[in-house]
């Protein structure tokens, strides 16, 4: 296995355990909002909670192209591993001349596990 390939992997294993950190965290709110809804419920008052808290909008604040600079301020890693990975061909980007764009869903839908290369 080459640096590359190691290095890719090892952003593999960071992805998972980072995602495993948010669901977790996720779960425990959903937790904590179902004991205060139960607690209002039982002091009868009725709290407004939004059943549905996936987190669609947590992509809303960033552009709808990325660059490597933005992969690496959302993976929290260093720009020549962002650049690797976007070299990489995990998830579609465009090379205009020097400049490197990535779609923003294309990553999206890479980070999120649920395609590869679009």
């Given at each position: 296995?080459?640096?590359?390939?190691?290095?890719?992997?090892?952003?593999?294993?960071?992805l998972t355990d980072l995602q495993?950190y948010i669901n977790r965290e996720?779960?425990?709110?959903?937790?904590?909002?179902?004991?205060?809804?139960?607690?209002?419920?039982?002091?009868?008052?009725?709290?407004?909670?939004?059943?549905?808290?996936?987190?669609?909008?947590?992509?809303?604040?960033?552009p709808e192209v990325l660059t490597?600079?933005?992969?690496?301020?959302?993976?929290?890693?260093?720009?020549?591993?962002?650049?690797?990975?976007?070299?990489?061909?995990?998830?579609?980007?465009?090379?205009?001349?020097?400049?490197?764009?990535?779609?923003?869903?294309?990553?999206?839908?890479?980070?999120?596990?649920?395609?590869?290369?679009?």
């Amino acid at each position: 296995m080459n640096n590359g390939q190691q290095q890719i992997e090892y952003l593999k294993k960071r992805l998972t355990d980072l995602q495993r950190y948010i669901n977790r965290e996720f779960d425990m709110i959903l937790d904590e909002i179902k004991l205060l809804e139960k607690k209002e419920e039982v002091h009868g008052s009725k709290i407004v909670t939004n059943k549905s808290l996936v987190v669609q909008d947590t992509w809303k604040d960033i552009p709808e192209v990325l660059t490597p600079k933005d992969v690496q301020r959302i993976l929290k890693v260093g720009l020549n591993q962002a650049y690797n990975l976007v070299k990489s061909n995990q998830f579609h980007h465009i090379t205009i001349g020097r400049k490197i764009l990535i779609p923003k869903q294309s990553f999206i839908n890479w980070l999120e596990g649920r395609e590869g290369k679009e």
